[in-house]
């Protein structure tokens, strides 16, 4: 019940999912709205289960009021599920802050992985080099040791899921030297450069769009300006630059020609083929999509939480904090 | 002696702007150097001097160390030039934090206006709202109390530069909701609130972009990831245009019929046309330039610097913070 259209993108998604990895897919939320979805779609052959939840969570909910007000919601029945063992992965397209909210409680969530200070919202970056940002903005004030853990947790990711040797971690900051950036920063890079991860110091928004580092490290509040800063001047390139050619018959016509061009440009900078991002220090394996998800994004975000559970990022990340 | 490829951009700007304007431009720097340089120029009818300054700062300068090692900057002594009131405003492409570092201090700079707790480097975004965004990077760690004050001079700013009556003034955050965003922006938020200026609350960056806020608050730590960010995309996108349109000769006939739209697109994100970057809170008009700037970008921010003058910034600031 997640994605901004629910349930439509959500299960035709589960459905394919279902269909691609042989899996079976829990979808918890309305029966009767799922249901009616489900009946849209061949599901001959595939296991697909559901599972009642008597709330949902919509955009606008406070996630301090979603932990109030809706014990029942999609969210919370949603991560019991991987709690006891009946799932192993949970998705959602849904409200982030909500799920964010629940997934790091104990009671009603996943709880903390032992050692980790704050779980971080990591988020593939949907350019060329596909770098991996965290924190995008689970944590809006971080401590110095939190940056650190989020190396850390960052650079055991791209390992596991993205067979990376060795990923490059560096440190987003307003300028390459070190001793550059807040007072944070400068305390989190002796942290980092003492870390045993392959370190590479402060980079800026340049470095980290050039894939200098496979994961850029910041405080949520930073990196979620920074990936929304991406987005929002994508979109304005993309708008001035379809409004200048339509401003004239040549360009019109060039514009029409270099089409297939710009539709590879897009597909390159679409969210939807990353993936979503996982919340990474909680104790189970949770992925949250984009809430503009099609059924594909969906699918995809399931691919990541399977490959995630195989490759026991969970445990991985238990034990590189123990260390 | 400021930009990248100085001083032949420096010098022709000046050129430029002493023709355009009609005003005496006093050129601080090597008096050998700025004299090869003006040779190429005609300068016939124009007001121009060459002040000389035994040393010059490079990028790679630290500005603690341009304090300590290189009093007789270029960099000092066309600030001292304010100072004194032989001239009336500074303008340089060079070393930011050179500049900042000199200007702020009241031995060998301009020192503060009274009342005004930290400068804020301002800059109007290469967008087609033209917002302005205050701090870009003098303040990493910020306290509540500047940013009201960056809020206040920045909206002086846009209102007697830009006869923008009741500028309307936003805070930059990671969610539109008040209470969204670090402790910093939860805390300055009602500080600008009670401020009287027309406060519109926290902004995203898409807002931003939309133009939603004449004048963005941000601490400078995350205005200069704002601010870098977008042009790190800009740039990204541009040249993944450039390399799927090329990759196929029917899109890249396309490409070349619409080549216009492309340019116009450009020169809309061009910083070189917004001129410079303001430092506000000093006791004096000081324009920064970008490194890159062409001759053009020079006259434009010796324009704009002008025009400061003309319209009393620093004493309106002076007043306002007064209040």
Redo the contacts between chains.
Sequence with gaps: MGSDNNPEPDVAGAVMAAREFEETIILVGDKTQIEAALAKQDTTGLSLEIVAAGQSVIMTD?PSEVIKTKPDSSIHVGLQLVKNGEAAAFVSAGNTGAVLAVAMLRQVGLGRIPGVKRPGLGVIFP??ERPFLIDN?AN??CKPEYLLQFGLMGSLYMERMLNIASPRVGL???GE?EG????L?KEAGPLLAASGLNYIGNI???E??NGAAHVAVAD???G???M???????????D??RD??K??P??A??????????G??RK??DPNEVGGAPLLGVNGVVIIGHGRSNAYAIKQAVGQARLAVEKNIVEAIAAGIKQ
Aim: charged share 20%; hydrophobic share 45%; net charge positive.
């Design positions: 406070k350019i060329k903005g809006a004030d987003i900051s307003n030297e550059k950036g807040t007072a920063i800026e928004p340049k980290f769009m949520g509040f930073s979620n300006l920074v929304k800063t991406a987005e929002a001047i994508a979109r304005y390139m993309a001035a630059l200048e050619i401003s004239n040549v360009t016509l060039g514009g029409l020609l270099a089409k297939p061009a710009f590879r440009v390159q900078l």
